[in-house]
């Protein structure tokens, strides 16, 4: 079975710094696809930046960036000038490649809550 | 991206009663997904919805305690069933897009007494 951690549960960052957020995943699956979900106070999941597993190079969203390391199974968030808006819950997770299309459901690290002080 | 309407989008209940979740997606999609988020915690699958079939439970969630409806391929209904405090909880309807995304619904917060 695959499983995802997070092994930072809370993170601070002052604003416009960058902070790193750690994931590691475990699976013997060689297709499948991460992500990185942000879930401010509001509950509301949002889609962050996502990575392929056969893709080498790394994606990109604006100021999210991911550094993947698919040999180690490590998949971490930097978020680049921070600012008061990105101070939520950030949840890794990890989606079989095995399934067709949006077939496929998530598996969800415990989550790292971001503070991000003015 | 889908978008996804929950409701209710909070309730408080009684411990023993029933409370159903309704789920409403902007585009027909095939599976739909519900996850639990007790507090505090990650987000955990309770089942898959197909449209025209039986929903398939992860292990520890059974059809009796959270019977399931997908009756077309917009939308469906979660039913928490003779519910106790530790029900407590946020539920969340998913759906899938493309490329392999996730999109959420904004939740459910149940507080049972």
Same mark, same amino acid.
């Given at each position: 079975?695959?499983?995802?951690?997070?092994?930072?549960?809370?993170?601070?960052?002052?604003?416009?710094?960058?902070?790193?957020?750690?994931?590691?995943?475990?699976?013997?699956?060689?297709?499948?696809?991460?992500?990185?979900?942000?879930?401010?106070?509001?509950?509301?999941?949002?889609?962050?930046?996502?990575?392929?597993?056969?893709?080498?190079?790394?994606?990109?969203?604006?100021?999210?960036?991911?550094?993947?390391?698919?040999?180690?199974?490590?998949?971490?968030?930097?978020?680049?000038?921070?600012?008061?808006?990105?101070?939520?819950?950030?949840?890794?997770?990890?989606?079989?490649?095995?399934?067709?299309?949006?077939?496929?459901?998530?598996?969800?690290?415990?989550?790292?809550?971001?503070?991000?002080?003015? | 991206?889908?978008?996804?309407?929950?409701?209710?989008?909070?309730?408080?209940?009684?411990?023993?009663?029933?409370?159903?979740?309704?789920?409403?997606?902007?585009?027909?999609?095939?599976?739909?997904?519900?996850?639990?988020?007790?507090?505090?915690? *990650?987000?955990? #699958?309770?089942?898959?919805?197909? &449209?025209?079939? $039986?929903?398939?439970?992860?292990? =520890?969630?059974?059809?009796?305690?959270?019977?399931?409806?997908?009756?077309?391929?917009?939308?469906?209904?979660?039913?928490?069933?003779?519910?106790?405090?530790?029900?407590? *909880?946020?539920? #969340?309807?998913?759906?899938?897009? &493309?490329?392999? $995304?996730?999109?959420?619904?904004? =939740?459910?917060?149940?507080?049972?007494?």
């Amino acid at each position: 079975a695959q499983t995802v951690t997070q092994s930072q549960p809370e993170m601070s960052v002052q604003e416009a710094e960058t902070v790193t957020l750690s994931c590691t995943y475990d699976t013997s699956e060689s297709d499948y696809y991460l992500f990185w979900y942000k879930q401010p106070p509001s509950r509301q999941m949002i889609l962050v930046i996502r990575q392929e597993a056969y893709k080498q190079q790394n994606a990109t969203e604006n100021r999210f960036s991911v550094n993947f390391q698919k040999a180690a199974k490590s998949f971490s968030l930097k978020i680049s000038d921070s600012q008061l808006g990105d101070a939520a819950m950030y949840f890794c997770a990890y989606r079989s490649g095995d399934y067709g299309g949006s077939q496929g459901n998530l598996i969800f690290g415990k989550g790292t809550k971001l503070s991000v002080k003015p | 991206s889908a978008v996804i309407s929950q409701k209710p989008s909070r309730d408080i209940c009684q411990r023993g009663t029933s409370l159903t979740i309704q789920c409403q997606v902007d585009s027909q999609v095939t599976m739909m997904f519900w996850y639990r988020q007790q507090p505090g915690q *990650s987000l955990t #699958l309770i089942a898959t919805a197909n &449209q025209g079939s $039986e929903a398939t439970y992860e292990s =520890g969630f059974v059809i009796d305690k959270f019977p399931i409806s997908r009756p077309n391929l917009t939308f469906s209904t979660l039913t928490v069933s003779n519910m106790s405090p530790e029900d407590s *909880s946020i539920y #969340l309807c998913s759906v899938g897009g &493309q490329p392999y $995304e996730q999109y959420f619904g904004p =939740g459910t917060r149940l507080t049972v007494t």
